[in-house]
């Protein structure tokens, strides 16, 4: 502690890793740990803060320590073979769906090379989060602290916010370094982490995913780059659908607090040599209480357009890939991938209180295929054209009026009015009774004399 905040580390500035590793319990090798204490007295300095008080580039390093950890890259062989799958399934996907093809070539990337480029994006989802963290941290150590040191305390808020933010941006680097060993394309976990319009495997996860599958390693291949165009043509195809998943993700990250009770709790016994408890609430999701209901309803309208996106990926994936032998059982173990998640995205799930899980994939498949049966492709993908043409969940329960609606526009007819669209066209056509009456001469607010225009 004397070394963290006097700056008295050696010559070199350096801090002894292997005393920090016996103090830290926190599962980080001595040079992570360089790293992460080199970062906490740059916050003490007050050198290197970010304005909002958490380490972005923290959470960076952490992640790419870990995406890195095997040194492995793309080889030559695999980029061929997966740049050949692409290239067919980009022929596959123009039989199954009239969305066009991509502006910008598919791309095989490493673990590193999967954290840079989604990085943004889970700095956007977890900000929120983030914020409370140490906006929370620094009210409880304004509680806790006696009364002769609140001058003191009231002075370091941004050095409470950094320290609170720090630790939360390592936890969350450690998430999205773990996750990076798990995902297989960029379209893996549901949401548009990628820049929008790019496709992208990784060749190191692919083969650990179809390590115990029994099926051939060309099929599998076929299967997979046609699921990540097929993910990718839609959000670029559908600009609109980025910005309103991203809206719906922020909305509910935005309703996120910190338990404060718990963080208290937590505060008045915590030991600062057994940092693993504070380690362990961050990843259990202690410090984060229950949904409230406006996040339960966020949630629901997150799951429902997650599950509409799946739904499509893979009635279109299925029908492109129907010529592979083993179609069936590798959409299969898809499917139950994307129910179940990894051990990453567990701990995402904790740390964020954020669930990627489309619970109703199913459903909003069934539907999707029921829809491609009765109007065909063509009408089928033109409900991606705009948002208000989107099924509503209540199609997904039952697509029988989607589809009665989208026969009617393929004959020409009007279709049926809803409560909302009569009340709508009452309004305007003022026949509802709201529209102002014509002015009168009582209505004038001025007096005239009946012999002299003048007012008097």
Same mark, same amino acid.
């Given at each position: 502690m004397r070394q963290l905040f006097g700056g008295a580390a050696g010559a070199d500035g350096q801090v002894d890793p292997e005393q920090l590793a016996r103090l830290s319990g926190m599962e980080i090798d001595p040079a992570m740990m360089q790293a992460v204490m080199r970062q906490l007295q740059g916050a003490f300095t007050?050198?290197?803060n970010d304005p909002g008080g958490v380490s972005w580039d923290m959470a960076k390093r952490q992640a790419l320590h870990i995406a890195n950890q095997d040194g492995l890259g793309v080889t030559d062989g695999q980029r061929t073979d997966l740049d050949?799958?692409?290239?067919?399934?980009?022929?596959?996907?123009?039989? %199954? #769906?009239?969305?066009s093809d991509l502006a910008t070539p598919p791309r095989t990337l490493t673990r590193g090379g999967w954290v840079e480029e989604t990085l943004p994006v889970w700095q956007e989802l977890a900000e929120p989060v983030a914020t409370s963290i140490a906006d929370a941290l620094t009210a409880t150590l304004s509680e806790q602290a006696p009364e002769e040191m609140q001058g003191l305390i009231e002075g370091a808020g941004r050095l409470m916010r950094t320290v609170g933010g720090s630790l939360f941006a390592s936890q969350l680097g450690q998430v999205i370094g773990r996750l990076s060993t798990e995902v297989v394309s960029g379209g893996d976990v549901g949401i548009p982490v990628m820049p929008s319009g790019e496709a992208a495997i990784l060749p190191q996860n692919f083969a650990d995913f179809g390590r115990d599958l029994e099926v051939p390693a060309d099929q599998l291949a076929l299967y997979i %780059? #046609?699921?990540e165009l097929a993910h990718a043509r839609l959000f670029r195809h559908a600009r609109w659908l980025r910005l309103h998943v991203m809206s719906q993700v922020t909305d509910f990250a935005r309703g996120i607090h910190v338990d404060t009770e718990a963080l208290e709790e937590l505060a008045s016994r915590f030991d600062p040599s057994e940092p693993e408890e504070l380690r362990r609430a961050l990843e259990s999701g202690a410090l984060i209480p229950a949904r409230s209901e406006a996040q339960d309803a966020a949630l629901a309208r997150m799951e429902n357009v997650l599950a509409m996106i799946e739904g499509w990926v893979e009635?279109?994936?299925e029908a492109a890939t129907s010529r592979l032998p083993s179609t069936d059982r590798i959409s299969e173990a898809v499917r139950r991938r994307r129910a179940v998640g990894g051990p990453a995205e567990q701990a995402l799930k904790s740390l964020l209180g954020l669930e990627l899980r489309p619970r109703r994939m199913r459903e909003a498949a069934a539907m999707w295929r029921a829809v491609t049966d009765a109007v065909g492709i063509a009408a089928r993908d033109a409900l991606w054209d705009y948002p208000d043409l989107m099924p509503s969940p209540e199609d997904i329960d039952d697509p029988a009026a989607l589809i009665a609606r989208l026969e009617a526009r393929a004959r020409g007819e009007e279709p049926v009015q809803d409560e909302f669209d009569a009340a709508l066209e009452a309004l305007l056509a003022?026949?509802?009774g709201s529209a102002p009456d014509a002015p009168t001469a009582s209505d004038d607010d001025s007096d005239t004399d009946p012999e002299d225009p003048r007012p008097v």
């Open positions: 007050g050198a290197g050949q799958a692409f290239a067919l399934a980009a022929l596959w996907l123009g039989e %199954a #769906t009239t969305i %780059a #046609t699921r009635v279109v994936t003022g026949e509802d």
